[in-house]
């Protein structure tokens, strides 16, 4: 069983929708990850927050509004998306660099598999 | 973004033989990762690699990070059935975040 939990496991939105995907984690992580991933490919980074601030955004559409409003829950907000959206959004956490500059491995939920009409 | 050359892309082998699958990155990785995804879950972690050379096990499965810090494999031994899955690897740079730059996958079926 994965430490990270997401839910729904399943969702399907019309384009004009507005829903929200969930993340939690209690392993004290303080950095918290959304990816995007398509059939058959690898993971793609979306946003990334350390401390509950955003930290990376790879340029991703604003119809995606991440959200951290604590250390242990990571959102993302999803509005008038298109079916080209249609994917696997997986979040992932982990603890932060160590200022020695060691990396910390990412631990995946199950992710939500969503289905945009 | 960092490019990571995963091969083979796929593979197909009796239960019982040995596995061996590699990742090339054109940079260099501080830290080298491999991951195994099943249908409708997300990736696990399978082994972490922290020092160039660094040789590690994990039951069946060992995994080397390679002397340049550009390359890495993975080999499963004694292949079984659940073993089926997506193998990717992963690699963390020295930018002071995380984030990983995964390579593109090897799909392995396992034909009992």
């Known amino acids: 069983d994965t430490e990270v939990t997401q839910t729904p496991k399943h969702l399907v939105m019309g384009m004009t929708n507005k829903k929200s995907l969930k993340c939690e984690q209690h392993?004290?992580?303080?950095?918290m990850y959304w990816y995007k991933q398509k059939a058959k490919k690898p993971p793609e980074l979306m946003f990334v927050?350390?401390?509950?601030?955003?930290?990376i955004n790879e340029s991703v559409p604003s119809r995606f509004s991440p959200e951290c409003p604590n250390s242990s829950l990571l959102n993302l907000h999803l509005h008038a998306l298109q079916p080209e959206d249609s994917a696997l959004y997986l979040c992932?956490?982990?603890?932060?660099?160590?200022?020695?500059?060691?990396?910390?491995?990412?631990?995946f939920g199950n992710g939500t598999r969503l289905t945009v009409t | 973004g960092q490019q990571l050359n995963q091969s083979p892309q796929s593979m197909f082998i009796q239960e019982g033989e040995d596995v061996s699958m590699n990742c090339t990155s054109s940079?260099?990785?501080?830290?080298w990762l491999w991951y195994k995804q099943d249908p409708g879950e997300g990736p696990v972690l399978l082994i972490a690699?922290?020092?160039?050379?660094e040789l590690t096990s994990n039951g069946r499965l060992t995994a080397q990070f390679g002397i340049t810090r550009k390359d890495s494999f993975l080999n499963i031994s004694a292949s079984i059935p659940s073993d089926v899955g997506i193998y990717f690897c992963a690699g963390q740079d020295q930018t002071g975040a995380n984030n990983l730059f995964f390579g593109t996958g090897t799909r392995l079926t396992v034909i009992p």
């Open positions: 940079s260099i990785f501080n830290t």
């Open positions: 690699l922290y020092k160039a050379g």
């Open positions: 392993m004290g992580h303080r950095a």
């Open positions: 927050y350390s401390y509950e601030k955003l930290s």
């Open positions: 992932a956490s982990s603890h932060l660099p160590s200022t020695a500059g060691y990396n910390s491995p990412l631990h």
